[in-house]
């Protein structure tokens, strides 16, 4: 039996899997989009997060598995080629994050050498560092991946937190604060879209899931994890897009679009201000590579388990399942090839789908599950209404992101009817 986790443990799991790379990787396509109304941009995201939370905790209540979502899935639509097509969705959706951090890392890291150096390295050698040196400490040992992951979320939170102090009081006076009035905002169908394109910065809680087994008093603290994570967070990125466009001129944002947080700290903090978030930005996308990694090994490990995928990714390799280095290598060609923004709306779209589906099991099981199935019910339509505005405003101007992202969901059904038809001629 596993070291069981208290309340505060299961919040920082949540905290820790939202404030990841997310923020960092997609502020500065959210204010693209909704320009002055992007706090209001981050409250919807965030609505419809703290909705399936509610279906999260009530299903995590009744399943309590390591395998979180996958046996969320399976309860739901029982183990077949949809059920098995949603989770293997779910599990590139995993490696579409961990391109986004480390994506977000490439776009980070030269500021820091620039600073000491008028050295320009390719941000391609970044990525690809980052992620290597993520799968070389998973295979190296789990535990270290822990211990980063706790130092790690303490140190982003301090530093993002005393950024939120210094910029609420920089804002006073700061002529750039007319442009949150609402007539900067931008038209309610792309403050949508903007919020939905940073819909990934909210995705983590869904990693309390995993930990429900482990968690202490669960009736009681289940719940709360998920709602106190969730609720934070959302605080959390409204002060800090308010702080952003209250800060830095649009042109300004737009140039420093990649890494929009660091340059946000410029106008009071100097370049002292620049180099602290840059450095908050590559611990945070590390840590978030490093357990994103972990938890995608993890996840095609319970496919092949339910007999999802097949059964060899179920054996082990230096100590880790071969899923690791899978994982590895399909985010570095992934993150290397697409642009931030294909990647961003990739990943959006697939956990509105995934989130979508989660809603619909917690409204068709709300009797077994003791929950309200106006609340998933609601949630679920949320979801799907926020991810059809997403592609059709998508369509217009990233038409590759969605392709990619569609394809990818074709994908992820077509490889498991191929499996499902080649396991049954066998």
């Given amino acids: 039996m596993g070291t069981k986790i208290g309340l505060k443990e299961a919040i920082s799991i949540g905290i820790g899997g939202m404030v990841g790379g997310g923020i960092f990787a997609a502020l500065g396509l959210a204010v693209d989009l909704a320009k002055g109304g992007t706090p ?11 909705l399936t ?45 961990l391109s986004l951090y480390a994506n977000a890392f490439g776009s980070y890291a030269p500021n820091l050498i620039r600073i000491t150096d008028s050295i320009e390295v390719d941000t391609h050698i970044f990525i690809s560092f980052v992620i290597i040196l993520a799968t070389v400490i998973n295979y190296y040992s789990i535990k270290v991946v822990g211990k980063i992951e706790s130092y790690a979320v303490i140190i982003k939170l301090t530093i993002l937190l005393s950024f939120v102090a210094v910029g609420i009081y920089g804002l006073f006076g700061n002529e750039n604060i007319t442009q949150l009035a609402i007539s900067s905002w931008e ?45 934070f967070v959302i605080a959390l990125y409204i002060t800090i897009a308010i702080i952003t466009v209250g800060s830095l001129p649009f042109k300004e944002i737009a140039n420093a679009q990649d890494y929009v947080l660091a340059e946000a700290a410029k106008p009071l903090l100097g370049k002292i201000g620049f180099s602290i978030i840059t450095v908050a930005a590559l611990i945070s996308t590390f840590s978030a590579i490093n357990a994103s990694l972990y938890g995608g090994s993890r996840v095609s490990y319970e496919l092949a388990e339910d007999d999802e995928l097949p059964h060899e990714l179920t054996q082990y390799c230096w100590n880790q399942p071969i899923g690791l280095g899978i994982t590895a290598i399909l985010t570095l060609i992934i993150a290397n090839t697409l642009d931030l923004e294909s990647i961003s709306t990739a990943g959006s779209i697939g956990f509105l789908l995934i989130f979508a589906m989660v ?24 979801c799907f209404s926020a991810l059809i505005a997403l592609v059709l405003q998508q369509i217009t101007s990233n038409l590759l992101g969605v392709c990619i992202a569609l394809s990818i969901v074709v994908a992820s059904f077509i490889i498991e009817f191929t499996y499902k038809k080649l396991k049954k001629n066998n």
């Fill in 40 to 50: 209001i941009a981050f409250l919807i995201a965030g609505c419809i997060a703290f």
């Fill in 53 to 97: 939370s509610y279906s999260y905790a009530k299903l995590s209540l009744k399943y309590p598995d390591r395998g979180g979502t996958v046996k969320f899935m399976n309860m739901g639509f029982r183990t077949g080629v949809f059920s098995g097509g949603l989770n293997n969705l779910l599990w590139i959706s995993y490696i579409i994050m």
């Fill in 187 to 231: 038209t309610p169908v792309k403050l949508l879209t903007g919020g939905m394109v940073i819909f990934v910065a909210y995705e983590g809680f869904e990693l309390i899931a995993n930990a429900a087994p482990d968690i202490k008093e669960p009736k009681k603290n289940i719940p709360k994890a998920y709602f106190i994570s969730v609720l």
């Fill in 359 to 382: 809603n619909i099991v917690a409204y068709k099981k709300s009797n077994e599950i003791n929950g309200k199935s106006m609340i998933s019910g609601i949630a679920a339509l949320l």
